[in-house]
Structures are given as C-alpha cells and as structure tokens.
C-alpha cells in the first residue's frame, strides 16, 4: 500500500456506523515536523507513552507510525517532494494522526503544507480548545474564566486561496466583469480574490460542533460572523447555522431569543443556547464576559484571528493545541510555527504539541491518560520548572530544557 511508510505491530482504528472503534494497541501516524519538530515530537511523544503506560498498567499502548512531510518528506523521497502520496494515503487509512509544525520549502509548488492537508483530506474543522492552566502567567486578571473550545471552518471562506495579483490579465478580466457585468466599482489597480461561504461548509462545522456541545453537556454555541457588512457569505454563515440547530438539533438546540422571548433568559435543562456574535464584539466579549462562552463557531478567517487572540489570554500559543477534522478522521497539531532558529537547542516549549495529544488520547477515549497528562503539565508548571518562554516571566522559576519538561512531567503523572 505504501512506498516508504512502515507500518508498526498494532491495530488500525475503524470506523464502524457513525462511531470509532478503539483497539488496546491503535496504529497512530505522526509527524515529527520541521525547525522545532523533532525536539517538541520527542518530548511530547515519551509523555504520551508514560501517561499511558501508568494509567491503564501497560493494557493499553500507541503503536507509533511515522509519516512525512515538509523536509523530512525530502529527505526521505527525494527533492521537491515536500507532500508525499504515502502521507495522504496513510492518515484517512488510520484515522487519527498527529503533527509537528511544517514550514512550506520555496518552491515546493505548495502553498502551505498545512492547508493543503485539510484541503486534501477534507478535514474541514479546526478546533481549538483554550483554557487556562493553573500557574502560566497571563496578561488577563482571570485567565480561568476562559474555556472554550472554537470550531473553525478549514477549507472554505478567502484561504480557499482564490486569487489574482493585481495588474495581470485574469485581475483585469475579472475587474472588467465585475465592473461592466455586475455594476460595480472596483479600482482597476487592484488585486482581487473571492470569499466562497457555503451551505455545505457551514453546516458540516454547525454540526459537528453542536454534536461536541451536546456530548459534552455544554451550555451554548455562539456563531461569529462579520454579516453585518457581508451578509451573503458571513451573514448568510449565521443563519445557515441557525438553520441546521433547528433541522437537526431541535430538540436539543433554543435560539437565544427564544431564551428571552419564552424562558426569561433561562434556559431549560438540556437545552443548548445558540447564539450569534459579529465579529469585532467577539473579541470584546472574550475579554469582558469570557465565562458566557463555551463552543464558538467561525468561518475560517474570523476563527485564524479569535482562537491566537483566546490563546494569548491563557499564556500564548506555546500553550494552544488543535486539531483538523472530518467526520472521523482528525489531524492532531501545535498551532504555532516551525521556529528554526531554535532548531535542535532542546529550548522550546512543547505544551502546545502536548496538549494536542492530551486531545487525541480524549479523541481515543482515553480519558483518564488525558487527564493524567494535563495534571502532569499543571504541576510541573506550579512547581516552576518551565522551558524559557515562561520561565522569563515567573519569579522564582527554573528554566529548563525541552527534554527536561518532559522529564519533570513524566515524574509529577
């Protein structure tokens, strides 16, 4: 099946009806990443295993498989293969895998690595979970009363990357149509794109985060959308969303103002309240009323902006970990860059990378290692061992290296 993928003693994940089914020994794709990859991979990859090992007492393990992309994917197929088919292949053949950050080479004929996988592989949810460990310092008087998890539509809204550089014949042929054809008045010295909003994109993310608020016994999801102004693709983004609650989730879903038009403001036990915010209010609302916020839904330029803005209340990006996602298949990732000046110094933070993974073992249902995991950081944290970037601004912390972290982490599981 594959040219230069090896595949390791375990069991693949399935998918059975419209649910995952999880073997003791599940084969998990990876990874490892460029610049910083390999030394946040390392490290998270070793807490992963201790927490599993200690929690279910060596019943349950991951049977790691590594896969390429970015320079290593060179490295291993040759230059200029910067995306091999094996890597595509391999992640919706397993289901789950996750990821170090990828930098795209010049001239690898892409893009960005990571839009093309969640292009590629339909994983069109990006899901950021933010919340505040105990102990990481914060700009923010209450980091704790932010938790909250965005549902991010990947695949559609201006990274579609539908575009023209201004001055060429296609920016002109289009500016001359939209001008002409279409009654506008779009300056002839302009570059031009186009912001594709879909049905099918808007209800594909509605759902699935609805589905996470209902499993998780949630209070609200909050649409966020700029309609105001672009209201047949942000506005219509909104109503689309509260049109699939009503289809689909009527029994489990209350628009906000039948909240106040039926309920006074309270909703009924198991209801879900949903709600709509523009854009600009939303990152007011995360700051002043931070805890009437539980699931927040985006199109895919709003939720780039919201979800780094969300992260950098709780402590910055080094502490922010994602996930893309279809209907089963999901990408685990850190959500920030390649850093390669730090390449191979055993410097950096790995909790975004860490945490990412606490998200996969959930996704698994391994709930008990995910939580082992996450008091682990915790405590290493309140105890002040911490890599470089916290450690600047915590008194009394000691500064240590990336494999260290993991070192103290493994020993508070």
């Known amino acids: 099946m594959f040219d230069k993928v090896i595949v390791p003693d375990g069991e693949k994940i399935t998918v059975e009806g419209d649910e995952l089914k999880i073997p003791d020994n599940p084969v998990v794709a990876f990874i490892e990443g460029d610049g910083i990859g390999p030394d946040i991979w390392s490290a998270t990859q070793r807490v992963l295993d201790a927490s599993v090992e200690k929690t279910y007492d060596g019943a349950k393990r991951i049977a790691w498989m ?17 995306m091999p088919d094996d890597t595509l292949k391999a992640i919706p053949e397993f289901v789950v895998a996750i990821k170090g950050p990828l930098t795209t080479p010049i001239g690898g004929g892409f893009r960005s ?21 105990p102990g990481v310092p914060s700009p923010v008087k209450h980091p704790e009363k932010l938790n909250v998890v965005i549902f991010r539509e990947n695949t559609e809204d201006v990274y579609a990357g539908i575009e ?7 920016a002109v042929k289009i500016i001359d149509f939209v001008n002409s054809e279409m009654g506008k008045n ?30 998780r016994g949630l209070p609200s999801v909050t649409f966020m959308h700029k309609g105001n102004i672009m209201k047949f693709t942000e506005g219509a983004f909104k109503d689309w969303g509260y049109e699939l609650a009503a289809e689909e989730f009527g029994d489990e879903t209350l628009p906000e103002s039948e909240l106040w ?17 523009i854009a600009d209010s939303m990152f007011q609302q995360i700051l002043l009323r931070p805890d009437e916020y539980h699931v927040i839904v985006t199109p895919n330029l709003n939720g780039d902006y919201i979800s780094d803005a969300a992260a950098a209340q709780v402590g910055g990006l080094g502490m922010a ?11 685990f990732e850190a959500t920030h860059g390649t850093a390669p000046k730090y390449s191979g110094l055993d410097k950096v933070n790995p909790s975004s990378l860490m945490l990412s993974g606490v998200m996969m073992l959930e996704y698994l249902g391994w709930q008990e290692a995910a939580d082992a995991v996450i008091d682990g950081i915790s405590k290493t944290i309140q105890q002040k061992h911490v890599t470089y970037d916290l450690e600047r601004q915590m008194e009394g912390a000691t500064k240590v290296k990336t494999s260290e972290y993991a070192t103290k982490i493994i020993e508070n599981i």
């Open 66 to 82: 590594e896969i390429s992309a970015g320079d290593k994917a060179q490295e291993v197929y040759g230059e200029g293969v910067v």
């Open 113 to 133: 690595l990571n839009v093309t996988m969640r292009q590629k592989l339909d994983l069109y949810a990006c899901v950021r979970p933010v919340r505040w460990i």
């Open 164 to 170: 023209w550089r201004e001055g060429t014949d296609d």
């Open 186 to 215: 779009v300056r002839g010295d302009s570059g031009v794109g186009i912001k594709p909003i879909s049905i099918t994109g808007t209800k594909n993310i509605a759902r699935k985060a609805i589905k996470y608020a209902i499993q």
């Open 261 to 277: 038009e039926k309920y006074d403001g309270k909703a009924p036990e198991g209801k879900i309240v949903v709600k709509d915010r």
């Open 321 to 331: 970990p994602g996930a893309n996602m279809g209907d089963f298949v999901a990408l």
